[in-house]
Every structure is written in C-alpha cells, then in structure tokens.
C-alpha cells in the first residue's frame, strides 16, 4: 500500500477526488479511508477550490469494504481503527461546504453506496447500479442510514434498505437520488464539466447555497417521537366527523 490510495487533483476550481485502488474495483480499505478523509478536509479549506468531484478509478466507483482485507490473517494493523476512519471519512464529507459531485459508474455497493450517496449531485452511468444491501448479510447500514435519512424522504429511505435491492439508473431517477443519466463511457466526463460550470460562478456563490439550504433544513419543525408526529398532525388537522351518506 505505498501507492496513494485517494488521489487529488485541482483543476479549474474542482478538487477531483479519486477513489484509487483500481485492481480492487476501488473497495475501501482503512488506509483508504483516512486518505479521503486527509484530501477533503483539506479541498473544504482551500479558498480556490469551489467544488469537490468524487470519483473511482478505473471506469468503478467502489465495490464496497474490502472483505478480503477486512478479514485477513493476521489482522491489518488498522483493523482496530477502521470504524473511527469510516466515521471520519463520512464527516469530511458531510462537513464539506462546498457542493460535492459524484461520477458513479458502473456501481456503488454497500460501503460505497454510502460515498456516492454523500453527493449532492449525482450522475450516474445508464447501466451502473447502486445498492445497500447490507440487510440481505444481516448487518447494518450506519453511514448508508445517516446520509439517507438527511436527504430523502423516509419512505424512499425504507424502499432503498429494506429490500436492499440493486437500484438502476432508472431507479436512481426515479427516487430522486440521480441528478442525470449518461450513456456509461461519458460520466466522469459529464461530471467533471457538471462540476467545472458550477465552479465557474462568481467565487463561492455556490458554497453559499448549499449552505443556507443545509441550514434552513435543520430549522424545519421536527417531533421526537412518532406519538409526537400524529399529535402534532391532529393539531394541525383535527378530525372531524365525516359527511353524511347520500
């Protein structure tokens, strides 16, 4: 693992950040994990960069952890920390004030659906797929959950986890997750011109709204419970009796 594991490069106002280990379809490592995390932190605190482009080498976005890695004997010496990265990574991410592009092709599985899922837009490949599946191995889906829960409507949330299915362009599309579709050979390309005409607006106008429109998010009302949503609904709408046959 001496070769980096993310690369980084800054052109016309995009940091495009690439997922590089190629020869695994990109599956995550903790090694991984602490590289994206290292470039992102540093592209939000760069004044020059005006958006983040978040790719995978090699025509894949990511196939997920790495599981032959993960389970290896005798143990990576990173194992014990690799949750702490994944955290930190996702944080990076989700901290970035600056809007964040992602080029899925191919697929973004489990672990990595939850990356592609941290852009704001997303363009996808007419045949790549994403899936969290982590239901079908009994496991849960933390960093999958929080990026979903924070941009999408709960009952698309429970349509993409529970049957933890593969989920087409159409899909994507379909959810409202795909920002656009392109044929497979064009999406890091689509993305990248997406992300360089985003950063050709005026400096930072973009980072502003993103901004303020995170920020009006977390004001809206909120019930902690669910006995508090139904209450606060028949306070809204109080019933009434119904109208009478005829």
Not at 16 to 35: Q, S
Not at 36 to 48: G, I, K, P, R
Not at 128 to 149: D, F
């Amino acid at each position: 693992m001496n070769e980096p594991l993310v690369q980084r490069t800054d052109r016309d106002g995009v940091a495009i950040v690439e997922l590089h280990r190629p020869h695994r379809k990109n599956a995550i490592v903790g090694p991984m994990l602490d590289e994206l995390a290292v470039h992102v932190e540093a592209a939000s605190a760069n004044d020059s960069v005006e958006v983040v482009l978040l790719c995978g080498a090699g025509g894949s976005f990511c196939s997920g952890l790495d599981l032959t890695e993960y389970n290896a004997d005798p143990p990576p010496a990173w194992l014990p920390t690799a949750s702490v990265s994944l955290k930190a990574a996702h944080s990076a991410l989700g901290a970035c004030p600056k809007p964040v592009v992602v080029a899925l092709e191919r697929y973004a599985i489990n672990g990595g659906a939850a990356f592609a899922l941290a852009g704001d837009l997303i363009v996808v490949g007419a045949d790549a797929w994403l899936q969290v599946g982590e239901a079908r191995l009994g496991m849960n889906a933390p960093m999958n959950l929080a990026w979903l829960v924070a941009r999408y409507p709960i009952a698309t949330v429970l349509q993409i986890v529970l049957p933890g299915a593969r989920l087409s362009s159409d899909d994507l599309v379909r959810l409202g997750i795909a920002h656009e579709v392109v044929d497979d050979g064009q999406v890091r390309a689509r993305a990248e011109a997406l992300a360089t005409e985003i950063a050709a607006f005026p400096h930072g106008s973009a980072q502003r709204l993103k901004q303020s429109a995170l920020r009006l998010a977390t004001e809206l009302p909120t019930a902690s419970a669910m006995s508090d949503w139904f209450d606060l609904a028949a306070n809204a709408a109080p019933p009434a009796a119904p109208p009478p046959r005829t």
